[in-house]
């Protein structure tokens, strides 16, 4: 851990909106909080809560952001921390307001519901988008997957829908049509799975349609910012290979006809 400087209080700066269509309540308010040991900007935010009074001394609301599990499982109090995408949960002030300061922003690419808290629906409305799930009925409900294959699979499925990778993309926007890394590894780990398989045809042209495979820019920003550390380049560059296997096999069956 970084080593403490500075005073035992920090600033914390949160950009604020009272709802999604209140964008004439857009505004930074400033509060002071104790550093406490190990404090995190997750326990910065709850002590603003407990007494939500800005440093020039205006009483104002709670500020608003997700927070279910405290510990690093949910991946809901993703926001952006001096402009970085991070985890409030996990966020040291120790190392982020090192000179006592810290700015909090909602993230940027989801609908915003109020202060620091985003909707992201559409991360599952793209999951359902390109079939990103295993879709078989009780006909197959003996199909079990073997330790080797959950072994293989873990990594790809500790995903918490946080929303970090699509933050960092560059190619992701919310009025976009791309789905995301979220959503393409999603794929991939559903793809692995002996279920899943069954639909993998359907799945795969939908990775080829509009907002699919395609649109992913290559720039591996989300691999760098993903808090469980999911190898999401490597999850795209299968389901890139995957589809270009099936585009250049349906070619070829159709040349034959």
């Given at each position: ?116 808290w985003v909707d992201r629906q559409r991360m599952t409305d793209d ?71 069954l639909d993998r045809g359907a799945r795969l042209d939908a990775l ?50």
């Amino acid at each position: 851990m970084a080593e403490r400087r500075g005073s035992d209080k920090v600033r914390v700066r949160v950009l604020r909106q009272d709802a999604f269509d209140r964008k004439d309540t857009r505004r930074w308010e400033e509060f002071e909080v104790a550093r406490g040991e190990r404090a995190t900007v997750l326990s910065a935010l709850r002590a603003i809560q407990r007494a939500p009074r800005t440093v020039d001394g205006r009483a104002v609301a709670p500020v608003a952001w997700e927070t279910p599990c405290l510990e690093h499982a949910c991946g809901v109090c993703t926001m952006l921390v001096n402009g970085v995408v991070g985890q409030a949960c996990t966020s040291l002030l120790d190392v982020v307001a090192p000179k006592g300061r810290v700015s909090l922003a909602p993230l940027g690419k989801f609908p915003l519901v109020r202060d620091l808290w985003v909707d992201r629906q559409r991360m599952t409305d793209d999951v359902k988008r390109v079939r990103a799930f295993v879709g078989y009925d009780g006909a197959t409900d003996a199909l079990r997957e073997s330790p080797a294959a959950q072994a293989e699979r873990l990594l790809l499925a500790s995903c918490t829908s946080c929303g970090a990778c699509l933050e960092a993309c560059p190619q992701y926007h919310q009025n976009g049509a791309y789905v995301g890394a979220a959503a393409i590894n999603q794929a991939r780990l559903v793809g692995l799975h002996e279920g899943g398989a069954l639909d993998r045809g359907a799945r795969l042209d939908a990775l080829m349609g509009d907002g699919g495979i395609a649109s992913c820019g290559k720039a591996q920003n989300c691999v760098e910012v993903c808090p469980q550390g999911i190898p999401l380049t490597e999850s795209l560059g299968s389901v890139a290979r995957d589809t270009s296997k099936r585009l250049l096999f349906g070619w070829l069956l159709g040349a034959r006809r």
